[in-house]
Each structure stands twice: as C-alpha cells, then as structure tokens.
C-alpha cells in the first residue's frame, strides 16, 4: 500500500493564480481531511470528507474549495493564491472520523509570491 | 470553541535528560491520540488513549490521560537525539467528531 499521497511536494504560485493540490489514499478509508501548518499554529482542518459526495468546512476554509468524487481521492483547489496562504498541506484520511488513526500524506509546502 | 492547547511550546534538553509535554482540553474529551512530526516530515500517530486515568508505555515514552478526561501528557525518559521533533496531541470535537490539534511542543536535543 500506498497509504497517502500528495503531489506537489513544492509549489510556488504568484498571487492570483489557481492550482489543485492532489491527494489520494489506497486504505479505503471513507474519511478524509486537509490541514495547513503554519509555525506556532499547530495543524489546522481547512475542509473534510466522511465519504465520496460528502464535503464541510473546517476552521480555515476561505480560499479553497474540494470534492470527493470517489473514495480515494479529494483534491483541494486554491481558487486565487494569496500571499496569507503560504504554508505546508498536509491531506489525511482515517477510518471513520474523530476516534481513528490518521494517516498523514507527505505534505505540499506552497509559497505565494 | 472546543480548545486544545499543549505546554511548552519548545524545549531544548540535553541527550539523557528527561522531557514532559502536557495537552489540556477545554471539555471532556472521549479519547486523546499523540502524534510526532520529525522536522521536514509529516505527523504520525503514536498512540490513542480512551480510558480515565489509562497509561501507556512505548519503550521510553509514557502516556498518560487524566483522571477527569481533559489533560494528557507525553513523558520520554533519557532523551535521544532521535527524539527530535514536534509532538501533537489531538481530541475529537464534542460536536462533530473531527480531531482538534493542539499546537505542539518542539523538542530539541542537544548530544
């Protein structure tokens, strides 16, 4: 197995510009979850997915959209990079929500120029 | 909102020297894991604890959740320097069940 993979691992985009940052599991783990870091602020959930169709909010979600058109993948797109959006992604799955192991992908880091 | 803070939020500690990082929640929490996050890396579970007052061991590290479910700590004994990097602690959210990072406690050892 896999587990989770994330491409890119660098990114550099000038402010304005849109990208996807992709995430995949092989796990059959129905959820899934995006969190940037950021130096003194911990890992926080931008967006999550109990399962393919089903998409909510997390704490930070402003700036990025997702969708879970199958199991194994949740894309997270940056609709218009701002410079506030420079940080590390990390994409996670698990089980099911809250009481789970996460599995953690690599990582993304993103620089907004 | 629910709160997950963790103390300190760095320690330097000399190899062999002991190290204690304390998670504190704001409510009840139905159960706590700790993950470590090697510098560069991505965090990886260690443990999750769900009983009261429950304690666990992994070789030199000890974990521990409170009597009232709403503190844990993480206790390594002779740090090494492959002890190096920030360790998270995490509780699921009494409302929607999504886990709640504390902001970690880096740790660094000095050989």
């Known amino acids: 197995n896999a587990g989770v993979t994330q491409t890119p691992k660098f990114q550099v985009l000038k402010t304005g510009q849109s990208m996807t940052l992709q995430c995949a599991q092989d796990?059959?783990?129905?959820?899934m979850s995006w969190y940037r870091q950021d130096p003194g602020m911990g890992l926080r959930l931008i967006h999550y997915s109990v399962g393919a169709g089903i998409t909510d909010q997390g704490e930070v979600p402003n700036g990025y959209n997702v969708s879970r058109s199958t199991t194994e993948d949740f894309p997270l797109r940056l609709l218009s990079a701002a410079p506030s959006q420079t940080s590390v992604y990390f994409c996670?799955?698990?089980?099911?929500?809250?009481?789970?192991?996460?599995?953690f992908g690599p990582g993304t880091r993103l620089t907004v120029t | 909102g629910q709160q997950v803070m963790q103390i300190p939020q760095y320690q330097h500690v000399q190899e062999g020297e002991d190290f204690t990082t304390y998670c504190n929640s704001s409510?009840?929490?139905?159960?706590i894991q700790w993950y470590k996050q090697r510098p560069g890396g991505h965090p990886v579970f260690l443990i999750q604890?769900?009983?009261?007052?429950e304690v666990k061991k992994q070789k030199r590290l000890t974990f521990q959740f409170g009597e009232a479910k709403k503190n844990s700590s993480l206790h390594i004994t002779a740090t090494q320097t492959t002890d190096v990097g920030t360790y998270f602690c995490a509780g699921p959210s009494s409302n929607t069940g999504k886990l709640i990072f504390g902001q970690g406690t880096t740790l660094q050892v000095k050989p």
């Open positions: 796990m059959n783990h129905e959820y």
């Open positions: 996670a799955s698990s089980y099911s929500v809250g009481s789970y192991e996460q599995y």
């Open positions: 604890l769900v009983k009261s007052g």
């Open positions: 409510t009840t929490l139905s159960n």
